[in-house]
Nanobody, 127 residues
Framework: QVHLVESGGGLVQSGDSLRLSCAAS????????MGWFRQAPGKEREFVATISRSGSNTYYADSVKGRFTISRDNAKNTVYLQMNSLKPEDTAVYYC????????????????????WGPGTQVTVSS
């Protein structure tokens, strides 16, 4: 079992940057594959980025590639999402997710592939 709490959301202008953090407590953090998802009003939750247990491998949605960076600090039990060049279409509630099973080399992108979720943090980008 792991407990996840996101922070760092807020209201910014188009072109600005934000860094989201997700703090984890419970079992050994390094045993989890971590992911970020987002959900805009009236839309389904969508994949944003994922990172392997060691942090050596990452994968991004096409919509954020080149603008967002996922990273983790296993010593601090925290995963980050650095978001640059933000656009109004990035406005959503951002969720941190953890997966404690599966191949170490597989980076999941489906919501059903993660078994722990945080409550989310709101990111609003004004034009």
């Amino acid at each position: 079992q792991v407990h996840l709490v996101e922070s760092g959301g807020g209201l910014v202008q188009s072109g600005d940057s934000l860094r989201l953090s997700c703090a984890a407590s419970g079992r050994t953090f390094s045993s989890y594959v971590m992911g970020w998802f987002r959900q805009a009003p009236g839309k389904e939750r969508e994949f944003v980025a994922t990172i392997s247990r060691s942090g050596s491998n990452t994968y991004y949605a096409d919509s954020v590639k080149g603008r967002f960076t996922i990273s983790r600090d296993n010593a601090k039990n925290t995963v980050y999402l650095q978001m640059n060049s933000l656009k109004p279409e990035d406005t959503a509630v951002y969720y941190c997710a953890a997966r404690d099973y599966g191949d170490s080399y597989y980076l999941p992108t489906g919501t059903y592939e993660y078994n722990f979720w945080g409550p989310g943090t709101q990111v609003t980008v004004s034009s």
